[in-house]
């Protein structure tokens, strides 16, 4: 597709379920990075993807926090056992090699934990 | 994980007035440093970017400009539009890792 895409755009859950969120990064970006943004704050880095293998995972809050990447494109991101400090708009972006720097964001997931 | 800050400062301008934002980063090792736009509902998107070996760098309307003795950074958007209104966020890669790090943000209401 033309830019990243991230599915859903709104998740509503219940305290304790689980969810996966989606990013379909931008074709041939070998990079693919994680953000959680909390109301009126800044990106936190969450974890970065080079291919399919995770060099850098160090923003993870808690064991309840996975992600994994496959065939190089498609990345999830999983959160066990949501809790209410969940809440925030999870970001996912990726970068080409030419310009791996350049970060291309998708318009996120909303996730509302009840 | 890394960020900055529990609250949004804000800056308002007139319609077609030069608008500037701040940013201060922390680390003297950062050797890239790259401004975003975030309007509300949306991801953040790319405005303009420089390397520490560069001073300023010119975009259309946008000016950065780097500053490495005092570690600060500063977008400058000529001639303000309704259109600029959005939160900007400032952020550096710290070269050894192949993430970027993100400010607080400034949000910028432009008064028609």
């Known amino acids: 597709g033309a830019g990243v895409s991230q599915s859903p755009s709104n998740k509503v859950t219940e305290k304790g379920k689980d969810v996966e969120l989606r990013c379909d990064p931008i074709?041939?970006?070998?990079?693919l990075y994680w953000y959680r943004q909390r109301l009126g704050q800044g990106l936190e880095f969450l974890i970065y993807f080079q291919g399919n293998s995770a060099p850098d995972k160090s923003g993870l809050p808690s064991d309840r926090f996975s992600a994994e990447r496959t065939g190089e494109s498609v990345s999830t991101l999983t959160i066990q056992r949501t809790q209410q400090e969940d809440s925030a708009v999870y970001l996912c972006?990726?970068?080409?090699?030419?310009?791996?720097?350049?970060?291309?964001f998708g318009s996120g997931t909303q996730l509302s934990v009840l | 994980g890394e960020s900055v800050g529990l609250h949004l400062p804000t800056l308002s301008v007139q319609e077609g007035d030069n608008s500037i934002i701040n940013c201060a980063y922390s680390n003297s090792a950062s050797d890239y440093f790259i401004w975003y736009k975030q309007e509300s509902g949306k991801g953040p998107q790319f405005i303009i970017d420089?390397?520490?070996?560069?001073d300023k760098r010119q975009g259309q309307r946008v000016t950065v400009l780097l500053n490495k003795t005092v570690k600060h950074l500063s977008l400058q958007i000529a001639a303000t539009q309704p259109g600029d209104s959005a939160v900007y966020f400032c952020a550096e890669n710290r070269g050894a890792t192949n993430k970027l790090i993100f400010g607080t943000g400034t949000l910028l209401a432009v008064q028609p």
């Open positions: 074709s041939g970006h070998t990079a």
């Open positions: 420089i390397r520490s070996n560069m």
């Open positions: 972006a990726s970068s080409s090699d030419r310009e791996y720097e350049k970060l291309f």
